[in-house]
Every structure is written in C-alpha cells, then in structure tokens.
C-alpha cells in the first residue's frame, strides 16, 4: 500500500512534443505528490508538487494533472527541449507528522533534437 | 544561498568496514532526512532527523543509524557494510516551519562497496 507506480520505464519525444508520465498509489492517506528531476550523478530537484484539494497545476512548461477518484496523478513536459532529457521520479507522502517520501520507480525521458 | 550540501562525493570502502556520510541542510532548514538511491530505481528513505532526534525510520536494518548536531547537520553511519550497500546516498533538507512538505536534495555521496 506504500508503493507508488510510475509508467512509463522509459520515454522517447522529439523536441517540442509533450512526454507524459504516469503514477499510481494505493493509499489513500497520501496527500502531497512532488515530481522531481535528476540528472546523471546529480540529486533530485524538486520540479512541481501538488496536494489533492486540485485537479491540476502548472508550472512553466510542467503541468501536473491528478485524479483522486482513480488515485493517479501525471506530468506533462510541454514544448519538450533536449535539455529536459534527464529521469523524473514521482513521488507521495502524507500530511500528518514528519514528511518521508515515497518514490516511483523513475522514467529516463529523451528529448531528440 | 548555499543549497544541500553532502560529503565525501565518492568513497569506496570494503565489506564488513564502517562509513560516515555527512550533509549541511539548506539554510534556514532544520530537519533532514536520508535515503538510499540503488542503481536505476528511486530514492528508498532511510530515515529523518529533527531536534537532534530520529523521528521516523524506513525498511533499513540497525547498521544504519544517525545523528544530528545542533547545528542542524547530520550524518549517516553504516557499519558491517555489505555489497548490498553500494548505492548514492542522498541527504534532503526540509522546514518544520511554512511548507514543510518540501523536500530539497543534495548532490549525493556515491558509495562503492569492494
């Protein structure tokens, strides 16, 4: 029930299209979804997040669709660059107490010039 | 505004040794948190620091443990180190105060295991 599921493993777009990537949960306790970014021998950076009280929230060219009712949530790279080739991880945690985030399992995106 | 900072950036060290990982948070920030990043998954949190104690702990055995110092930085210990335990280890900074939710990474300290 901790788990979040994270699809697709791996994504291919020409510049200036728009990779979408998938989560899923199963705990309903979970009440906010950050995506992060991570390039190759760097941490993750903290991209947008979004709590449930919204169905969606933009930021730049990063858009998070959710859907409470079917318990998902999506990330939408609008006008993709070579330069957003990097992994995307989602991610869940819940609001009561100290925070720890629950990871998927990652999506190595590669934006083609 | 000096960011998450980690070190050592990379350690190799041989099965069944001890090794201290180290991370200054965010300024401003007073609460941290590890966790372990294998190879192609996701972070896997280890556990969390606030006021000098460890407040909530993930799936990991007692070889890991912790501190944090007064002055909010911490460090993570893991002693009889197993192949197991290569990984990068990544320290994340957050605030109990405002948006606590958010959680800012470091660069990560890449542990090989021989």
């Known amino acids: 029930q901790q788990q979040v599921k994270q699809s697709p493993q791996s994504l291919i777009v020409q510049k200036g299209g728009i990779p979408i990537i998938n989560c899923a949960y199963e705990?309903?306790?979970?009440?906010?979804f950050p995506w992060y970014q991570q390039f190759p021998g760097k941490g993750p950076a903290l991209l947008i997040a979004i709590r449930p009280d919204v169905s969606e929230k933009k930021e730049g060219r990063f858009t998070i669709s959710f859907n409470k009712s079917a318990k998902q949530f999506s990330l939408h790279i609008m006008d993709s660059q070579p330069g957003d080739s990097a992994t995307y991880f989602c991610?869940?945690?819940?609001?009561?107490?100290?925070?720890?985030?629950?990871f998927g399992t990652g999506t190595r995106l590669l934006v083609s010039p | 505004d000096a960011g998450v900072t980690q070190s050592p950036t990379h350690l190799i060290k041989t099965r069944g040794q001890q090794v201290t990982l180290r991370c200054s948070p965010k300024s401003g920030h007073d609460t941290v948190s590890w966790y372990q990043q294998a190879l192609g998954q996701g972070p896997q949190f280890i556990f969390q620091?606030?006021?000098?104690?460890?407040?909530q702990r993930g799936n990991f055995p007692d070889r890991f443990s912790g501190h944090q110092f007064p002055n909010y930085s911490s460090e993570l210990n893991v002693n009889a180190l197993l192949l197991g335990d290569s990984a990068l280890y990544l320290c994340a900074s957050s605030s109990r105060q405002g948006l606590a939710y958010e959680q800012y990474f470091g660069p990560g300290t890449r542990l090989t295991v021989t």
């Open positions: 705990n309903t306790a979970f009440d906010y």
């Open positions: 991610a869940a945690s819940t609001g009561t107490g100290f925070q720890k985030l629950v």
């Open positions: 620091y606030y006021e000098e104690e460890e407040r």
